[in-house]
C-alpha cells in the first residue's frame, strides 16, 4: 500500500512538472505617459509621438511631408483619424486595420509570463501571446509590459481580417498627466463616418492612396 502511495505522489509530481504555467489576463493600461513610438508593420516603418491617458491613446507623425493625427477611444469605441491641412477626419472602428494594436485590446487578451527585464527605463514583465479577443482579433507574438499597462514592445501577427506582422517598441517614456485636449478632436473637424467594407475614403486621403499607387506602378 506504501509502495502504491509513493508511486501516485511521484506520478502526481511529474504531472505538476510537464504542466505549462497558467496563462493570466494581461495588465489593463491605467498610467498616464508619452513616448516616442517606433512602429513596423509588415516591412513598414513609422515613428510617432504617443500621448496616453488611461487607454486613451494619440498619435502624431509625419509621412511624405503631411501631418497625421490619430486619436483613440476605447470609451467610445471608435478612433478618428485626422489630416489636420485639410481639417478633415475619418471615424474607424477600433478593429480596423490602420488603428492597429491598441493596449485596450492586448489588456483582453492572456499570456504566460516568461520573465521580467528592464526597458526604456521601466520594469517590464515578458508575455507569451496566443489568444483571440471576444470580437474576433488576436494575437500571436510576445508582448512587454508594464504593471500598469505601459505596453513597452511587443512583436509578433495579429490575426482575423486585416493581419499583419507587427514590431513595436516605445523610448523616451515621460510619466505624468496627459491634457485631456489631445483625446477630443481639433475644432471645426470635418468627420466622415465611412463605410470600411466599401473602401471609400474623403478626398484627402483618396490623394494620399493615389499617389502610393502611382510610385508602385512598373516604369
Known amino acids: 500500500m506504501m509502495a502504491l502511495s509513493r508511486s501516485v505522489l511521484l506520478g502526481l509530481g511529474l ?5 505549462p504555467a497558467w496563462a493570466e489576463k494581461l495588465p489593463v493600461p491605467v498610467a498616464t ?24 491613446e494619440r498619435r502624431e507623425s509625419r509621412v511624405d511631408g503631411l501631418n497625421n493625427l490619430l486619436i483613440i477611444r476605447p470609451d467610445q469605441g471608435e478612433a478618428l483619424v485626422v489630416q489636420p491641412e485639410s481639417n478633415m477626419g ?15 485590446s492586448l489588456a483582453q487578451l492572456s499570456g ?4 521580467s527585464e528592464t526597458l526604456s527605463g521601466e520594469t517590464v514583465t515578458r508575455y507569451r501571446v496566443q489568444d483571440i479577443t471576444p470580437d474576433g482579433a488576436g494575437f ?10 505601459i505596453y513597452v514592445k511587443m ?6 481580417e486585416g ?15 496627459q491634457d485631456p485636449a489631445l483625446f477630443t478632436p481639433p475644432a471645426g473637424l ?13 478626398p484627402a486621403f483618396q490623394a494620399d492612396k493615389e499617389k502610393a499607387a502611382k510610385e508602385g506602378a512598373p516604369k
Open 140 to 149: 500571436d507574438g510576445r508582448v512587454w509590459v508594464t504593471r500598469d499597462g
Open 33 to 56: 505617459f508619452s513616448a516616442a513610438q517606433n512602429l513596423n508593420v509588415d516591412g513598414v516603418a513609422l515613428s510617432a509621438r504617443i500621448f496616453h491617458d488611461k487607454g486613451l
Open 190 to 202: 470635418s468627420v466622415m463616418t465611412l463605410d470600411p467594407i466599401e473602401g471609400r475614403m474623403p
Open 15 to 19: 504531472l505538476l512538472i510537464a504542466r
Open 163 to 177: 493581419a499583419v506582422s507587427i514590431a513595436m517598441t516605445l523610448t523616451d517614456i515621460r510619466r505624468g498627466p
Open 90 to 104: 475619418m471615424k474607424l472602428p477600433l478593429t480596423d486595420p490602420e488603428v492597429g494594436m491598441v493596449a485596450s
Open 155 to 160: 512583436e509578433g501577427r495579429t490575426s482575423g
Open 112 to 115: 504566460t509570463r516568461e520573465g
